[in-house]
C-alpha cells in the first residue's frame, strides 16, 4: 500500500469510522490527527485507532500520503491553505463532506487540482462524535469520488482501489452532478423531516397527544430530523442551489396532491400511492446507498416481569449483540410487541433462528 502515513483533520463520526476501517485493514499504517476536541482523539489513541496527537495543523502533516478534512463543510475549505505550503507534491488531499462545488472551487483557487480527490461516504447516523463511530459504518456503502480535473487518472485509479479495499463502494462523480444528485436524494429530504417533525409540535395540542402516539411511519420518516444542526445548517448553504431547485418540484408535487384531494380525485390519488409503492419497492434491499437496511425482527411477547430480560439473556448466551431493543407501543404497521434490532446480517439471521427454536412468534420483514 501507497499510503504508510495518513492525516485527519477532524475524528467525528464519519472521521473516526474512516480511520477505525484503515486501522483494521492496514494496520501497519502510521495515522495522525487533529481535531478542535482533544477528548475525542485521547480516546481514538487509547482505542489505537490513530498513532498520533496533532495539537495544530502543522509540518507534521507534511509528510502525510494522504490526507482526509473531516471537519464542518465551510471548515475544510480554511485548512486547505494551511496544508498548501507544508504537504508534498504526491501527497493526495480528500475530503468526506456532503456537498463538492465549495470546496473544488477552493482548491482550483489554491492550485491543488492536480492533489485533490473530493470524497462522501454514503453513510452516517443522527448519532455525532468519535464515540459513535464504527468500522463497519462505510462497509458495503457508496463513496462517491469526485477527483479534480487536473488528478492523474493512475492516482484517481489508486484512492479508487484504496476505498475499495475498506470495503465501501466507490462510485466517481463530476462534483456538480454529486451536488444535484445529493440535493434531491439526501438533502430534501432532511428539510422534509425537519420541516415535518416541527409541523407536528405546532399542531399538537397541550397534552401532546400527537407526540404520545407518533406512530412507526413518523419515526422512519423522521428519524434524521435528529441530525446536526450545524452540519445541516453548512450543507444548505453550500448547495442552495441544486437544493432550491429540489424543493420547488417537491413544493409543486405538494400542490399537486392537494389539488387531487380537493377535487376528490381517486385515480390520482391511487396512482399517487400506486407508482411510490412500485418505483420504492425497486430500490434494492441493500446495505448500501442513502437508504440502509435495517436488521431488525419483530416478536410476540406476553406482559410479564422479565420477559425483555429472559430474550436478551438468550440472545446474549449465544453470542449475539444487541443495537437495540424496546416495547412498540404503537403498532400500527407493525404486528408486534417487540422490535430487536441487530447491527449485522450474521447477527439477525442467527437470532430468528434462535428464538423459534425457542417458541418465540418471530416476525421478519
Known amino acids: 500500500m501507497k499510503f504508510q502515513r495518513i492525516g485527519f483533520i477532524g475524528l467525528g463520526l464519519i472521521g473516526g469510522s474512516i480511520a477505525r476501517a484503515i486501522k483494521y485493514f492496514y494496520p501497519e499504517a502510521h495515522l495522525l490527527a487533529y481535531s478542535r476536541t482533544t477528548a475525542s482523539l485521547e480516546e481514538a489513541k487509547k482505542a489505537g485507532v490513530i498513532d498520533q496527537i496533532q495539537t495544530a495543523v502543522d509540518d507534521s502533516f507534511g509528510s502525510c500520503d494522504l490526507i482526509f478534512l473531516c471537519a464542518p463543510v465551510s471548515a475544510n475549505a480554511s485548512y486547505l491553505a494551511l496544508l498548501k505550503d507544508r504537504i508534498s507534491d504526491s501527497c493526495i488531499l480528500t475530503d468526506v463532506g456532503s456537498t463538492k462545488t465549495d470546496i473544488h472551487q477552493q482548491v482550483r483557487k489554491l492550485g491543488l487540482e492536480a492533489q485533490f480527490i473530493g ?58 452532478y454529486h451536488d444535484y444528485v445529493t440535493a434531491v436524494i439526501s438533502h430534501l429530504p432532511h428539510l422534509i ?41 453548512q450543507i444548505c448553504l453550500t448547495n442552495e442551489e441544486n437544493i432550491g431547485k429540489a424543493l420547488s418540484a417537491y413544493i409543486a408535487s405538494l400542490e399537486a396532491i392537494q389539488e387531487s384531494l380537493s377535487s376528490r380525485n381517486q385515480p390520482e390519488l391511487h396512482q399517487l400511492f400506486q407508482s411510490s409503492r412500485d418505483y420504492r419497492n425497486s430500490i434494492p434491499d441493500v446495505s448500501s446507498g442513502p437508504i440502509k437496511k435495517e436488521y431488525a425482527l419483530y416478536c410476540d411477547m406476553v406482559d410479564e416481569a422479565g420477559g425483555i430480560a429472559t430474550l436478551a439473556t438468550i440472545l446474549a448466551t449465544n453470542g449475539i449483540s444487541l443495537k437495540n431493543i424496546g416495547i412498540i407501543h404503537n403498532r400500527e404497521f407493525e404486528e408486534a410487541v417487540l422490535r430487536v434490532e441487530f447491527y449485522e446480517e450474521d447477527a439477525y439471521q442467527r437470532a430468528v433462528e434462535i428464538l423459534r427454536k425457542y417458541r418465540y412468534t418471530v416476525y421478519t420483514r
Not at 399538537?204 to 444542526?229: L, W
Open 119 to 176: 470524497g462522501h461516504p454514503m453513510a452516517g447516523s443522527e448519532k455525532t462524535g468519535f464515540a459513535s463511530s464504527k468500522r463497519l459504518l462505510i462497509e458495503n456503502a457508496y463513496y462517491i469520488l469526485t477527483p479534480a480535473e487536473q488528478v492523474p487518472r493512475e492516482t484517481a485509479a489508486q484512492m479508487e482501489a484504496f476505498i475499495a479495499s475498506l470495503k465501501a463502494l466507490p462510485l466517481v462523480l463530476p462534483y456538480a
Open 193 to 233: 423531516a425537519a420541516s415535518l417533525v416541527n409541523l407536528v409540535r405546532d399542531l399538537d395540542g397541550p397534552e401532546e397527544i400527537m407526540k404520545k402516539v407518533a406512530a412507526g411511519g413518523f419515526k422512519d420518516i423522521t428519524r434524521i430530523a435528529s441530525s446536526s444542526p450545524e452540519m445541516w445548517e
